[in-house]
């Protein structure tokens, strides 16, 4: 008999599977960092700087201020403990997952899209691109285009050989090893990754089985379209992983009322491991990235909340704000914050806050201990609300009481 999970602890299952049914360590540090990334499995990478690059928040979100010092040294260089590539989107992944791949980055050669059309027509550029980075080592593609127009004229110009080592980096012909004011800088692999990661991945069945495993065990509890979502493959690549992990007992069928498909409940997994706490209490801030929130039909799904990050929405048709973080208290998304680091003015911008329907009456207050720990790891010496928002008094008011407070 198929087991039945009520949807409020299916929301408590994916929260725990995510790390946030543990208190958060005093003073997180490596070890703390290193449970956050073998957990998630990635960290999407993402350029938007207004209040904090996404890849440093999943693990502030879990831990509290942390060192980001930290996660530099684990993502960058040929000891780091991550390296780059297409998982997700851009995202840091540990790098024994580097080799599961594989099948990916032989679907990269294969396309036939513009991309790939691309780098067939332009051989000799990326034939010339790898003679460059074998001489010189790893470069980002600003210098190497600077390096090209000093010793041999114009060539393609910089957008082609930015392009052409871009689709260089998701075919794995080129690797990233680190990134200088965000630009990334390309190396041979051989120049980046130990000699074991460049051996010949597994078959790309046997690689789909470990990463939906991975996947599951992130989620803790899943739909097939949740599962394929997580390293961004297709239901064809997913659903014989599914069935096999099935038939091994690593996933458990499961029903949740209301997720359905059409009239008929929608097929769903639990991790055997998953955790299923009887409560999950907590306040954290998510980036729009947050493996909790970035597929939007399962962040409808668990927590009934509708989100659209507007980065790239015009101004004037933005309704919650340039970069709104999910507000996740508890066990429920309950709000979203638009927040902006203002460096040169050293405080915390909230540039509006919202409540969302049936949020606790009391979720202001336990968010401003939220925003003065983000202003503290920020750097930042307060916290200013704009105004914007219908929690935004209640956080103006609960940030006055708490500043009376700490005067007297």
Not at 75 to 87: C, D, K, N, P, Q
Not at 189 to 206: F, S, V, W, Y
Not at 222 to 234: F, I, K, P, V
Not at 369 to 386: E, I, K, N, S
Request: charged share 25%.
């Amino acid at each position: 008999m198929v087991d039945q999970v009520s949807p409020a602890l299916a929301r408590r299952i994916a929260l725990a599977a995510q790390g946030f049914a543990r208190p958060a360590p005093d003073a997180p540090g490596t070890r703390a960092l290193s449970g956050v990334v073998d957990r998630l499995g990635l960290l999407q990478i993402d350029s938007v700087n207004v209040f904090e690059r996404s890849h440093y928040l999943p693990a502030f979100s879990r831990l509290g201020a942390y060192d980001r010092a930290l996660l530099d040294r684990m993502a960058w260089g040929r000891r780091g403990r991550l390296v780059e590539y297409w998982a997700h989107q851009a995202a840091f992944i540990p790098r024994e997952l580097w080799p599961l791949f594989e099948f990916r980055r032989a679907e990269y050669r294969a396309q036939g899209s513009e991309w790939g059309g691309w780098l067939r027509e332009n051989r000799t550029l990326a034939d010339w691109l790898r003679g460059e980075l074998a001489a010189n080592g790893p470069m980002p593609a600003s210098a190497i285009e600077h390096d090209a127009n000093e010793r041999r004229g114009p060539w393609w110009g910089w957008s082609s050989v930015k392009r052409t080592l871009e689709w260089m980096f998701r075919t794995g012909e080129v690797v990233c090893v680190e990134r200088r004011r965000f630009e990334r800088v390309y190396a041979l692999p051989e120049q980046g990754l130990e000699p074991h990661l460049l051996e010949h991945g597994p078959a790309e069945a046997d690689a789909a089985r470990v990463l939906i495993e991975r996947a599951a065990a992130a989620l803790g509890i899943a739909t097939a379209a949740d599962l394929a979502d997580y390293w961004r493959m297709t239901q064809a690549q997913v659903r014989p992983a599914i069935a096999d992990l099935v038939d091994a007992g690593v996933l458990l069928p499961v029903t949740v009322p209301g997720w359905t498909t059409g009239s008929r409940p929608t097929p769903t997994w639990v991790h055997r491991e998953a955790r299923r706490p009887r409560r999950v209490e907590g306040v954290a801030l998510l980036s729009p990235f947050d493996p909790v929130v970035w597929f939007r039909p399962r962040a409808e799904r668990l927590f009934d909340f509708h989100y659209r990050i507007e980065i790239y929405t015009p101004e004037a048709e933005r309704r919650y704000g340039y970069y709104s973080l999910p507000l996740l208290v508890d066990d429920r998304v309950v709000g979203r914050v638009d927040l902006k680091s203002d460096r040169a003015g050293r405080v915390l911008r909230v540039q509006s806050a919202w409540a969302e329907p049936g949020a606790p009456g009391d979720v202001a207050e336990r968010l401003v201990p939220v925003l003065r720990r983000a202003a503290a790891w920020q750097g930042l010496d307060d916290v200013v609300v704009a105004g914007r928002g219908d929690l935004s008094p209640a956080v103006a008011d609960a940030l006055r009481h708490v500043d009376v407070a700490a005067a007297g």
